[in-house]
T-cell receptor
Framework: GNSVTQMEGPVTLSEEAFLTINCTYT??????LFWYVQYPGEGLQLLLK?????DKGSNKGFEATYRKETTSFHLEKGSVQVSDSAVYFCALRESNFGNEKLTFGTGTRLTIIP | KAGVTQTPRYLIKTRGQQVTLSCSPISGHRSVSWYQQTPGQGLQFLFE???????NKGNFPGRFSGRQFSNSRSEMNVSTLELGDSALYLC????????????FGPGTRLTVL
């Protein structure tokens, strides 16, 4: 079945540091890939997505590139801010008709220290 | 445009009781999905409804059920509550079943004592 493996947290960084959160996946077909963010006390928000190999998703300074050869979708940001503190979830959506549910990773808690 | 709303936001129940949670999707959205979020299991898919029909179902026991109304509002029901059902239940809506843009509500925090 489909699965998503995320870097174990928690991750603590200083403001302006470079961020990488690793995500690898297993899927039978050609999934779409997503990063969601969950701020304290809130539901999930879509951060970025990529629907095919070599696509790069980007939003709010975050980027992730769909790498089919390494089945990865690592999240990066060049200079993090305190406001980026949240839980980040990598997810995939299988493209088979009738089986398009989202499969999530376990989440990575990120804390940015001023 | 109003976001996805879920009611109630917090619930406390005791073992053996049943509970109904409600989700109102974004206006115009016809697909509603439900997820259970726990510290141990993370986010797990419960089921998805589209046009009042269940399209997908996750690996949860039959105590977990749902439905969708003609206005796309959805409810999920959990019967015979167990301690392990304590979780944050998230509802997400999208225009259709493509999942390319799924919008999540703030969740209902259920505590089973």
């Amino acid at each position: 079945g489909n699965s998503v493996t995320q870097m174990e947290g928690p991750v603590t960084l200083s403001e302006e540091a470079f961020l990488t959160i690793n995500c690898t996946y297993t899927a039978t077909g050609y999934p779409s890939l997503f990063w969601y963010v969950q701020y304290p006390g809130e539901g999930l928000q879509l951060l970025l997505k990529a629907t095919k190999a070599d696509d790069k998703g980007s939003n709010k300074g975050f980027e992730a590139t769909y790498r089919k050869e390494t089945t990865s979708f690592h999240l990066e940001k060049g200079s993090v801010q305190v406001s980026d503190s949240a839980v980040y979830f990598c997810a995939l959506r299988e493209s088979n008709f009738g089986n398009e549910k989202l499969t999530f990773g376990t989440g990575t808690r990120l804390t940015i220290i001023p | 445009k109003a976001g996805v709303t879920q009611t109630p936001r917090y619930l406390i129940k005791t073992r053996g009781q049943q509970v109904t949670l409600s989700c109102s999707p974004i206006s115009g959205h016809r697909s509603v999905s439900w997820y259970q979020q726990t510290p141990g299991q993370g986010l797990q898919f419960l089921f998805e409804y589209f046009s009042e029909t269940q399209r997908n179902k996750g690996n949860f026991p039959g105590r977990f059920s749902g439905r969708q109304f003609s206005n796309s509002r959805s409810e999920m029901n959990v019967s015979t509550l167990e301690l392990g059902d304590s979780a944050l239940y998230l509802c997400a809506s999208s225009l259709d079943t493509s999942y390319n843009e799924q919008f999540f509500g703030p969740g209902t925090r259920l505590t089973v004592l």
